[in-house]
């Protein structure tokens, strides 16, 4: 039996990478259609004819508009770059009609709303709405947001998941990966 534990064990430590995986399994695949949830817009997007506390389903706004959808527990560094570029991308991309919401999830309504509001301060965004979901802890229950990741990154386009990206830490999320999808997309 002790042989099986230290085997157990040893197997754990040299392959991390078996665990990681599934938890970073997180939101809707590739090909699945993105169905509507409710939020409440807390900040951003000045001139998109949202009124800040106002309740909709920006993703029904949207339509079959290519848009990319970023859940996140975190304010890092990360996150912050990451709505920056999409905000850049935005500018860019307006004869497209890309379209892109940041959804604050957390424990509390209210600790989401107060997260979500340094995020709009600390990326200047001016283009990107940020906004609480209805289901504040883990966002629409159908979307299949892992509790344990701490960013998801949803980019579709006609209603559909074009790619997906997550990881279990907003410090690990390759950037790189993520904008050269929206590209990929929009060519």
């Not at 817009?41 to 009124?51: L, Q, R």
């Not at 209805?134 to 559909?160: H, Q, S, V």
């Not at 279990?168 to 997309?185: E, H, I, P, R, T």
């Amino acid at each position: 039996m002790k042989q099986l534990v230290s085997l157990a064990l040893a197997a754990a430590v040299l392959c991390p990478s078996a665990a990681t995986a599934e938890e970073l399994k997180s939101g809707l695949e590739k090909g699945k259609g993105i169905g509507p949830f409710y939020v409440t817009k807390t900040a951003g997007a000045e001139d998109d004819g949202v009124a800040e506390g106002q309740n909709l389903c920006y993703r029904c706004k949207n339509g079959a508009r290519p848009q990319v959808m970023v859940f996140t527990r975190s304010t890092d560094q990360k996150v912050v770059s990451l709505v920056q570029k999409l905000d850049e991308q935005l500018q860019k991309n307006e004869e497209a009609q890309l379209r892109a919401f940041v959804n604050m999830l957390g424990t509390s309504k209210d600790a989401a709303e107060s997260d979500v509001k340094k995020l709009a301060v600390a990326s200047k965004a001016k283009n990107v709405p940020f906004v609480v979901p209805n289901e504040f802890e883990n966002g629409p229950e159908d979307y299949g947001i892992n509790p344990k990741a701490e960013i998801t990154i949803i980019i579709a386009n006609e209603a559909k998941v074009v790619s997906n990206h997550a990881a279990a830490s907003a410090k690990d999320l390759d950037l790189n990966a993520v904008l050269g999808d929206l590209k990929k997309m929009l060519n």
